[in-house]
T-cell receptor
């Protein structure tokens, strides 16, 4: 157990739907990162939050959004889902903002049908 | 455009062999290079390299960074079947963001 908790572990949904993925960072970590891993693209950085504020954006689609709450857990919202959004979504956390993603959660496997 | 390229993409060896995995990078405002091992799900952290020429070791694994030639290698000696995994290399382009650009990974298969 890495200390980073992601729920749900698996999610199957239909095209056009909206889902929310949840992440609880490791205790004491203020920075949360979201990554998408697909077979053809590899691991792609989506967005980073630090202590409740958005810190950086990567290859995140406009249909996707995220936030980090006062208790430091984070949610990634994916809307108007397409087949190509099927992927493994990882959350990672680190203590400071500039450390990169130190500890990964076990991921949420999203399948869009 | 920032990129990280790993080679080979896949590798099959037998137990006891020594392997070298390669990672080259072009990362703006480069800060550090990280290696991860990904078995079934979550990548697990192996090394973070910030200085050229200083080898980091952990058991049978070692890694070194060359900031002049913009590459890093990960060595695994006396491989075991448990070393079978995807090894990911990532460049950290620092600043206050500290985000990572990952390579596509090297899939290592160690046969008994």
């Amino acid at each position: 157990d890495s200390g980073v908790t992601q729920t749900p572990k698996h999610l199957i949904t239909a095209t056009g739907q909206r889902v929310t993925l949840r992440c609880s960072p490791r205790s004491g970590d203020l920075s949360v990162y979201w990554y998408q891993q697909s077979l053809d693209q590899g691991l792609q950085f989506l967005i980073q939050y630090y202590n409740g504020e958005e810190r950086a954006k990567g290859n995140i689609l406009e249909r996707f959004s995220a936030q980090q709450f006062p208790d430091l857990h984070s949610e990634l919202n994916l809307s108007s889902l397409e087949l190509g959004d099927s992927a493994l979504y990882f959350c990672a956390s680190s203590a400071a903002a500039g450390q990169g993603a130190g500890t990964f959660g076990s991921g949420t496997r999203l399948t869009v049908v | 455009e920032d990129k990280v390229v790993q080679s080979p993409l896949s590798l099959v060896v037998h137990e006891g062999d020594t392997v070298t995995l390669n990672c080259s990078y072009e990362v703006t405002n480069f800060r550090s290079l990280l290696w991860y091992k990904q078995e079934k799900k979550a990548p697990t952290f192996l090394f973070m390299l910030t200085s050229s020429g200083i080898e980091k070791k952990s058991g049978r694994l070692s890694s070194i960074l060359d900031k002049k030639e913009l590459f890093s290698i990960l060595n695994i000696t006396a491989t075991q079947t448990g070393d079978s995994a995807i090894y990911l290399c990532a460049g950290n382009y620092g600043g206050s963001q500290g985000n990572l650009i990952f390579g596509k990974g090297t899939k290592l298969s160690v046969k008994p």
